[in-house]
């Protein structure tokens, strides 16, 4: 079936380690995005892709990394630079660039970080 | 500033009635609105897309509205289950507007008693 997996779904990190989430997707889409997911708190863009090889910063970019080497794949790396990662975190891609349809995020489960 | 609000923060209902949750929003030039349902621990899913033109749309037990002049709309529920417990998230995009500018309310936390 197609989807968004992504892994692992839960995560234990100790200060000071980088660890990287993993995000593929089969569903042909162009666009894909990393989210941050707090309690109480709306999502925030972390990073996004629109093509290959290309990712732009999205509003909380600092102290994360991204690649984009395939179409499939987007792993996103939480370094030890970022000050409070504790969080859960959802890849999402998207079929549409621009136009009326923009925003249709089909997410992954989700990757709960724990820093310990 | 482009906003979107959501209300209530959370709202308790019993199995079997009928709810109402709000998404005010801000967001200028307004290209569409969605809503997601995001069950504890999991990804959020598309319920609907509702784009300048259109008023009302349903999908199931689900309805949602859009006023674009006061620029309000409500998901309605209807004959409540409790497999309906879950976050919902009003997500809103503006018309010609990066790829990465969707604007996102807190959500609205629902739980159905049985």
């Known amino acids: 079936d197609g989807g968004i997996t992504q892994s692992p779904k839960y995560l234990f990190r100790k200060e000071g380690q980088n660890v990287t989430l993993s995000c593929e997707q089969n569903l042909n889409h162009d666009a894909m995005y990393w989210y941050r997911q707090d309690p109480g708190q709306g999502l925030r863009l972390i990073y996004y892709?629109?093509?290959?090889?290309?990712?732009q910063k999205g509003d909380i970019a600092e102290g994360y990394s991204v690649s984009r080497e395939k179409k499939e794949s987007f792993p996103l790396t939480v370094t030890s630079a970022q000050k409070n990662p504790t969080a859960f975190y959802l890849c999402a891609s998207s079929p549409r660039t621009s136009g009326v349809g923009v925003g249709e995020l089909f997410f992954g489960e989700g990757s709960r970080l724990t820093v310990l | 500033k482009n906003q979107v609000e959501q209300s209530p923060q959370s709202l308790i209902i019993l199995e079997g009635k009928n709810c109402t949750l709000q998404c005010n929003y801000t967001v200028s030039p307004f290209s569409n609105l969605r809503w997601y349902k995001q069950d504890t621990g999991r990804g959020p899913v598309s319920l609907t897309i509702?784009?300048?033109?259109?008023n009302t749309k349903s999908n199931g037990r689900y309805t949602a509205t859009l006023d674009a002049d006061t620029k309000q709309s409500s998901l309605h529920i209807t004959a409540s289950q409790l497999s309906d417990s879950a976050s919902y998230i009003c997500?809103?995009?503006?018309?010609?507007?990066?790829?990465?500018?969707?604007?996102f309310g807190r959500g609205t936390q629902l739980t159905v008693w049985p």
């Open positions: 509702m784009t300048f033109s259109e």
């Open positions: 892709s629109q093509i290959v090889n290309d990712f």
């Open positions: 997500v809103v995009s503006a018309r010609g507007s990066t790829l990465g500018r969707l604007y």
